[in-house]
């Protein structure tokens, strides 16, 4: 079997003594939206951080495109994948554009000046977060929303083919969070982009994914398409959650509605 | 990308930067115990007799240069830390790393050894660097900038108290100048520390230059960082380790002069209306370069017939800003 795009093998991950993900191996699907959900602790942002190399596995691999990414050169594995942790925050002061310009790091030479490439893919960076007006203001000085989008333009400047972001939604209010979620689906259709996030709220979640990554107290309960993952069953032994299913009037994808 | 607005107030910033430098050495060769004009300062330029020459040369020129290197060196290596850490009070004179490399030339000097000052002064920073990282360290949680910053406050106390050991046990003369130096000093500098203080201080701007993008990375947080392809640790501690050695370039030629390292960055940045690492630590360089100055000016000519110690005037400036800010942390429910 040829292996292409992110796949685990094996993939074991923990702190110390206590082990989070065991022996876990599943693939996130080229070009497409992914999310991975499950309840506080169920270490789905630690597995979410080993697929970017942000934590080394205790056992097994990450791969990307076949490559085991721990031996990947970590300049060249940012050309290729890039995170947005959950909750960044920004040095004091500093403007969007200055901000947004460091995503192009990894494809600078160490001498090279800022080249027409690296301010054009930035204009667009901030062009599809729509801060473009705003790209000489302070980060500080931005609404909750319009600081997310900074931090997206940030990683979209990056200019990766696999884009993982760590709860981009935390702290927004629900308009602004379909806001930051369109836009990440946007980026996907537009650019083919593989957007891998850890999300909280199961009902966005479906709308905005192509694909679910489900994840219990005991690692991994279900993982496909929403409408395979979403089922009272799985959501009773993720979550623990007695919820009835039923098609979204606006989507047609499944609705969870708690009892 | 940048505003045209906003461009030219940063122009303006560094415009007054440079001016105000270029003001602090013009004062500092004309002010002295004989004032010499600017007229015979140019006269002394451009011929080389005159009492212009003279002070040129020999009585103000060296020192002069010899503050703006060292005050260019300190400037830049607190701005290193005060990025880092990113906390004010972070500066290799508050956290005890000049006081480590004053201690060490103190230590070389009383026990005859032949090595020389700057390689003396760079391993005693080095040394109070790793004593810093090793007694904050605690397993697997990151120190806060605060115990390191509190660690260094006490080892710096720990050499400061080792030198003044030291100083006590030399023959009178020496201890004197001994005494002196620790103070931080640019009495009696010539062209040999002139030409030590720009080459190896420009030595060092250079590998920070080759540096400062994976600071601006390391700013955003290790996370991102990492993930826009900065090997963290290893940033982390080459950078430390050109902040250590900028000081110890600094300590070498003037000694451990005080607070310039920590004023120079804020004011800098204030100054240039700058936020960026790079232009940050440019500005530092160059704060810290008229701090200097000024403060050795100021020394100088404050009491007739006396020349205080560089250090006594940054020491004066510095500690009513130092308590500014602990009483800026206190208020922020930070100690």
Redesign the interface.
């Known amino acids: 079997m040829i292996e292409t795009g992110l796949t685990t093998t094996s993939l074991t991950l923990g702190y110390r003594e206590r082990v989070v993900i065991r022996e876990l191996s599943i693939a996130v699907p080229d070009q497409s939206v992914t999310s991975i959900l499950g309840p506080n602790g169920c270490g789905k942002s630690t597995f979410l951080k080993a697929l970017a190399r942000l934590i080394a596995p205790t056992s097994g691999q990450v791969c990307l495109s076949g490559d085991d990414i721990g031996k990947i050169d970590t300049r060249l594995l940012a050309r290729r994948l890039s995170i947005l942790p959950q909750s960044p925050k920004a040095p004091e002061g500093i403007t969007v554009s200055d901000l947004v310009r460091r995503g192009r790091t990894p494809w600078r030479g160490l001498l090279a000046p800022w080249s027409e490439e690296d301010a054009r893919v930035c204009q667009q960076a901030l062009e599809q977060v729509g801060l473009s007006d705003l790209a000489d203001r302070p980060i500080d000085e931005l609404s909750g929303g319009q600081r997310q989008r900074a931090w997206i333009a940030l990683v979209l400047a990056q200019n990766t083919p696999y884009l993982l972001l760590d709860e981009p939604t935390t702290w927004l209010d629900l308009a602004h969070q379909l806001e930051v979620l369109s836009l990440l689906q946007q980026r996907n259709r537009d650019h083919g982009t593989t957007v891998v996030t850890v999300l909280h709220d199961l009902n966005l979640a479906v709308r905005f994914s192509d694909h679910l990554i489900l994840f219990g107290g005991n690692g991994l309960v279900a993982a496909g398409q929403p409408e395979d993952v979403i089922t009272p069953d799985n959501l009773l032994s993720a979550f623990g959650l007695k919820a009835l299913v039923m098609p979204d009037p606006i989507t047609g994808r499944p609705m969870i509605v708690p009892h | 990308?940048?505003?045209m607005?906003?461009g030219n107030v940063v122009l303006r910033g560094w415009a007054l930067l440079a001016g105000l430098l270029a003001a602090a050495i013009l004062v500092s060769l004309a002010v002295g115990q004989i004032m010499v004009t600017p007229a015979e300062l140019l006269r002394g330029l451009m011929t080389g007799t005159g009492p212009g020459a003279l002070t040129l040369r020999v009585l103000r020129g060296p020192s002069t240069l010899t503050a703006v290197g060292a005050g260019a060196a300190l400037g830049a290596s607190g701005t290193i830390f005060q990025?880092l850490l990113?906390n004010p009070l972070a500066a290799p004179d508050v956290m005890g790393f000049m006081s480590g490399a004053g201690c060490a030339v103190v230590a070389g000097v009383a026990f005859g050894l032949f090595i020389p000052l700057p390689i003396l002064a760079a391993l005693g920073g080095l040394v109070a660097a790793a004593l810093v990282s090793g007694l904050s360290f605690h397993r697997g949680g990151r120190q806060s900038p605060l115990t390191l910053i509190l660690v260094g406050i006490g080892i710096g106390f720990f050499a400061s108290a080792v030198s003044s050991f030291l100083v006590i046990r030399m023959p009178p003369q020496e201890a004197a100048d001994a005494q002196r130096w620790l103070t931080g000093s640019l009495a009696a500098r010539n062209w040999g520390h002139v030409l030590q203080v720009f080459g190896l201080g420009a030595l060092l701007f250079i590998v920070l230059a080759?540096q400062v993008?994976a600071m601006?990375?390391l700013?955003?947080?290790d996370?991102?960082a990492?993930?826009?392809?900065?090997?963290v640790e290893r940033a982390r501690y080459g950078l430390i380790c050109t902040g250590v050695l900028l000081a110890a370039v600094g300590v070498a030629v003037a000694g451990p002069v005080p607070f310039v390292a920590m004023m120079a960055g804020p004011l800098g940045m204030r100054i240039a209306g700058v936020?960026?690492p790079a232009s940050r630590l440019t500005a530092a360089a160059i704060a810290g370069a008229t701090i200097t100055v000024l403060a050795d000016v100021i020394s100088r000519s404050a009491i007739p017939g006396l020349q205080l110690p560089v250090g006594v005037m940054t020491g004066i400036m510095g500690a009513p800003y130092l308590l500014w800010l602990l009483w800026k942390e206190v208020e922020a429910g930070e100690v």
């Open positions: 990308m940048s505003g607005g906003s990025i990113r080759l993008r601006a990375l700013e955003l947080g996370e991102l990492a993930g826009l392809g900065a090997r936020k960026h």
